[in-house]
């Protein structure tokens, strides 16, 4: 018997640490782990200790014997892993924080931003008993995307804050200051007097636009504010979308469009126990959406969404899932992870549909044109393209379009920043003036550094690398003392 990573996996390696034969990868330390989709588990060289399932904070992690149906698919995704790559037993990642950092005069860190990459940065840091960490957070609510992005239907996603449920002894060091935001209520020289350090790890706020004729009229409504919808954040709660019609189409290929469709594809029944907010369950029971139709640019070997997640959509038996098969490649693909892909893919686009489902109807090779309406929108406007066809117009009846087309950094009064990336320019965390020389006790962690990219998880190990930086400069003496250290 085998253990078996399912399709939770928040990648943030707690399970690599505590694997007595090192057998999951990619582990940190090894090229790829920053993209994988998940982590794996390697069959032959598993010993079935449990170590893993009980070190994981999101229970991704089952014994092979009791997989379901629904997550049983995911034994192949973890062997089929280890068909081109050689597990490597040796993995050497520090175990512990290496020098702490004690002494009588604490060295004070602002943290900006309470989500996932804020949170592995106080954790990261609080290791350390001669460390105190103020956090702000601008919301009156704390844990950024897990609280305001995570899907309700993905409650294990979300316990991943129970990690940062920190102990006694560094809960006395660590306070989170809630409602301020940074560059309205408190400035970037403020937070430098009072600290020896901060840390921006404040995600991606904006969204990218579509910029196509019609995407301002109403009836549009972006996916950070459509999930912030369902989601209870302050700033969205009160969107009140239009849910009277047959049809919703979503734009855009990624986890988060999959999210959004399933949601909408979701029998409000199901919704109940989670933390849905009551105003989103409420519309959701008197919506008339039947078929959500995800619109990508790409072909379905290409498209953003990760195998894990398309998985566990394909496994839910209340909802169809319709593909076009000519939108498949001939030719299967030979990489064992992309043929794993193809094969669900082309598994769906040739399984009749159930009477009664809601569907989610997955075009590939489409790209939205025009959104139509004078007002509101009543229809969408798309050009299908394909290597081997001229360009064929079609146009989608609908009075709600779901652009959820990926996020941007947003830019943070006083810090250099790069508009092409929308990031923090930095290296290893230490932001960077614009003659690329390091801008003493700033740092950045998260989305805000690399791009919206990865999964919660992700944000761990970009977090430490931050925070390795930063305690290096604090050991070379680089770090100035604050002017005003009491608040
Ligand atoms: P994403 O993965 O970058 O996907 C964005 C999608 O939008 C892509 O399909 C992209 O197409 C498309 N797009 C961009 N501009 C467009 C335009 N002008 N017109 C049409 N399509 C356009 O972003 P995301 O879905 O927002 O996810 C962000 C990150 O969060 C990802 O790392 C994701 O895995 C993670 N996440 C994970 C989970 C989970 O694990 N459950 C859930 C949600 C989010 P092209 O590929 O053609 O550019």
């Not at 989601?231 to 979308?241: A, F, G, K, M, Y």
């Not at 969408?380 to 146009?395: A, F, L, M, Q, V």
Request: with cysteine; aromatic share 4%.
């Amino acid at each position: 018997m085998t253990y078996v990573i399912t399709q939770n996996c928040c990648n943030d390696a707690s399970c690599v640490a505590v694997c007595p034969v090192g057998c999951i990868h990619p582990t940190p330390d090894e090229p790829g782990f920053a993209t994988a989709e998940l982590l794996h588990i390697d069959p032959a060289t598993c010993i079935d200790c449990g170590a893993c399932a009980d070190a994981c904070p999101v229970d991704a992690i089952r014994p092979e014997a009791t997989l379901t149906a629904a997550t049983r698919p995911f034994a192949r995704v973890n062997a089929d892993y280890y068909r081109d790559h050689a597990p490597t037993p040796n993995f050497t990642r520090a175990q512990h924080p290496g020098e702490l950092v004690t002494g009588a005069t604490p060295l004070r860190v602002a943290v900006i931003g309470s989500g996932a990459a804020g949170l592995y940065s106080a954790a990261a840091l609080l290791r350390h008993p001669g460390v105190k960490v103020d956090m702000f957070e601008k919301l009156s609510a704390p844990h950024g995307l897990i609280r305001h992005g995570v899907a309700p239907d993905h409650p294990a996603t979300k316990r991943v804050i129970d990690q940062f449920d920190f102990t006694p002894a560094k809960r006395s060091r660590f306070q989170l200051h809630l409602g301020v935001a940074v560059g309205t209520d408190i400035s970037h020289a403020e937070l430098l007097t009072r600290h020896h350090a901060v840390i921006y790890a404040c995600g991606a706020e904006n969204h990218n636009q579509l910029g196509i004729p019609g995407a301002p009229l109403r009836g549009v409504h972006y996916a950070n504010a459509f999930a912030g919808w369902y989601n209870n954040h302050p700033i969205h709660r009160d969107l009140s979308p239009d849910l009277s019609a047959r049809r919703a189409v979503v734009i855009g290929n990624g986890n988060v469009a999959l999210d959004i469709a399933r949601i909408l594809a979701t029998d409000p029944a199901r919704l109940t126990a989670t933390d849905i907010s009551d105003t989103a369950l409420k519309a959701l029971r008197h919506s008339n959406i039947e078929e959500i139709i995800i619109l990508g640019r790409r072909a379905p070997e290409h498209a953003s969404f990760t195998t894990p997640e398309l998985l566990g959509l394909l496994e839910r038996p209340d909802i169809d899932i319709l593909i076009d098969p000519a939108d498949l490649p001939h030719q299967p693909p030979t990489d064992p992870a992309a043929r794993t892909r193809h094969d669900l893919l082309a598994t769906a686009a040739t399984t009749p549909p159930t009477p009664g489902n809601r569907r989610i109807t997955l075009r590939f090779h489409t790209t939205p044109t025009h959104i139509l309406g004078t007002e509101a929108v009543t229809a969408i406007r798309t050009e299908r393209t394909t290597p081997t066809s001229p360009p064929t117009p079609d146009e989608i009846t609908t009075t709600i379009v779901i652009p959820a087309i990926g996020f941007r950094g947003k830019q943070i009064p006083d810090l250099p920043f790069n508009p092409r990336t929308h990031t923090i320019p930095n290296t290893r965390g230490r932001v960077l003036t614009p003659t690329g020389t390091p801008l003493p006790g700033v740092y950045t962690a998260g989305w805000i550094k690399r791009g919206p990219t990865g999964v919660i998880g992700t944000n761990r190990t970009c977090a430490e690398e931050t925070i390795t930086s930063l305690l290096a400069d604090h050991r070379a003496g680089l770090l100035a003392e604050p002017t005003s250290p009491r608040h």
